[in-house]
């Protein structure tokens, strides 16, 4: 079983930044990636970005492209998700999960063992 832990969230202004983390633990070690993802009101679950535990390989979500930047510690098992320049459309909850397919997926339906999410509110 993994658990998957995440945090870092909160209220910012828009042009603000915020890191969010991700903790995994138990059975992490035979994961191949691990991704964000964000839920606005009122809408889907949607990518945001995903890194390889071995290789750091990513894959970014076209929205959030060159503003944010996801980063792992394989010692710490833990996830990263540096967000600068946020946007108000940036407000969502935040979740983190674990995927076994051999790439930096984009795709929910490869994400297992999602964590409960961490709220952030980006105000104009």
């Known amino acids: 079983q993994v658990q998957l832990v995440e945090s870092g969230g909160g209220l910012v202004q828009a042009g603000d930044s915020l890191r969010l983390s991700c903790a995994a633990s138990?059975?992490?070690?035979?994961?191949?990636?691990m991704g964000w993802f964000r839920q606005a009101p009122g809408k889907e679950r949607e990518f945001v970005a995903s890194?390889?535990?071995?290789?750091?390989?990513?894959r970014y979500a076209d929205s959030v492209k060159g503003r944010f930047t996801i980063s792992r510690d394989n010692a710490k098992n833990t996830v990263y998700l540096q967000m600068n320049s946020l946007k108000p459309e940036d407000t969502a909850v935040y979740y983190c999960a674990v995927t076994y397919v051999p790439y930096a997926s984009g795709s929910q339906r490869n994400y297992e063992h999602w964590g409960q999410g961490t709220q952030v509110t980006v105000s104009s």
């Open positions: 138990g059975r992490t070690f035979s994961s191949y990636a």
């Open positions: 890194v390889v535990w071995r290789s750091a390989s990513t």
